[in-house]
């Protein structure tokens, strides 16, 4: 007779956590209407919609692949009404990357850039520096653009910024270069900080000094949990 076992036995669950090779965060900031959001929405798969308006900024999860290595990026769409301004410090901190976006078509986009940049500069003197790039949108609008190419890298140097791209959103043009270029600077940069600390949960460069890291509450190490060959 068979003996009916009296527990079933639990299936090991997977370590989905380890098919990844590095996790960054990465905030997309910038005026209202400049359009972060259909940036993101084509970036994650998707047509723009241009009906939706996210006045808070929501976790958005996309994976790539670059140079052999496997990459989750955490995107944060920052809603860039003037009266939600003063919750971006929060959702700044832990950042590994960031976006400043403007609109080409709209000069005023672009000129409030230091505006921005107060804000993000004060965390990046407490948690320490992580690279932004600066993104012209809606580039397909040849007709009504108020910002040439010239003038927006122009900008961006002269802030200390890592890079500058022009993209659309509704065209789908450079759209993944936009995230890709981020993301390899990020990834060059974190092969730079060998003499930092960091997080072996997450893997995030942490300010020496800290027994724990700043954006999850995981133990810290001086070895890096991210290799480059």
Same mark, same amino acid.
């Given at each position: 007779?068979?003996?009916?076992?009296?527990?079933?036995?639990?299936?090991?669950?997977?370590?989905? %956590?380890?098919?990844?090779?590095?996790?960054?965060?990465?905030?997309?900031? #910038?005026?209202? @209407?400049? #359009?972060?959001?259909?940036?993101?929405?084509?970036?994650?798969?998707?047509?723009?919609?241009?009906? %939706?308006?996210? %006045?808070?900024?929501?976790?958005?999860? /996309?994976?790539?692949?670059?140079?052999?290595? /496997?990459? &989750?990026?955490? %995107?944060?769409?920052?809603?860039?009404?003037?009266?939600? +301004?003063?919750?971006?410090?929060?959702?700044? +901190?832990? =950042?590994? #990357?960031?976006?400043?976006?403007?609109d080409v078509t709209n000069y005023t986009s672009l000129d409030n850039i230091d505006d921005w940049l107060l804000v993000i500069n004060q965390i990046k003197?407490?948690?320490?520096?992580?690279?932004?790039?600066?993104?012209?949108? &809606?580039?397909?609008l040849v007709g009504f653009r108020e910002v040439t190419r010239e003038e927006g890298i122009n900008v961006a140097k002269s802030r200390g910024l890592q890079?500058?791209?022009?993209?659309?959103? &509704?065209?789908?043009?450079?759209?993944?270069?936009?995230?890709?270029?981020?993301?390899?600077?990020?990834?060059?940069?974190?092969?730079? /900080?060998?003499?930092?600390? $960091?997080?072996?949960?997450? #893997?995030? =460069?942490?300010?020496? @000094?800290?027994?724990?890291? $700043?954006?999850?509450?995981?133990?810290?190490t001086m070895k890096s949990v991210f290799t480059f060959f």
């Amino acid at each position: 007779m068979e003996k009916i076992p009296l527990f079933k036995k639990k299936k090991k669950k997977k370590n989905i %956590l380890g098919i990844y090779d590095a996790t960054y965060k990465v905030v997309i900031f #910038g005026d209202a @209407g400049c #359009g972060k959001t259909t940036l993101t929405q084509r970036f994650l798969g998707g047509l723009p919609r241009w009906d %939706l308006g996210i %006045l808070i900024p929501i976790d958005l999860i /996309k994976s790539m692949e670059i140079n052999g290595k /496997k990459v &989750k990026l955490h %995107l944060w769409d920052f809603g860039g009404e003037e009266r939600f +301004r003063f919750l971006l410090p929060i959702y700044i +901190r832990g =950042a590994n #990357g960031a976006i400043f976006m403007y609109d080409v078509t709209n000069y005023t986009s672009l000129d409030n850039i230091d505006d921005w940049l107060l804000v993000i500069n004060q965390i990046k003197s407490e948690q320490g520096n992580f690279p932004i790039i600066a993104v012209g949108g &809606k580039a397909d609008l040849v007709g009504f653009r108020e910002v040439t190419r010239e003038e927006g890298i122009n900008v961006a140097k002269s802030r200390g910024l890592q890079g500058f791209i022009e993209c659309s959103s &509704k065209s789908g043009v450079n759209v993944e270069e936009t995230f890709e270029g981020l993301t390899r600077i990020m990834m060059s940069l974190e092969s730079e /900080k060998w003499d930092r600390p $960091y997080c072996m949960r997450c #893997g995030r =460069a942490v300010p020496k @000094g800290l027994p724990f890291c $700043y954006a999850c509450g995981g133990k810290v190490t001086m070895k890096s949990v991210f290799t480059f060959f």
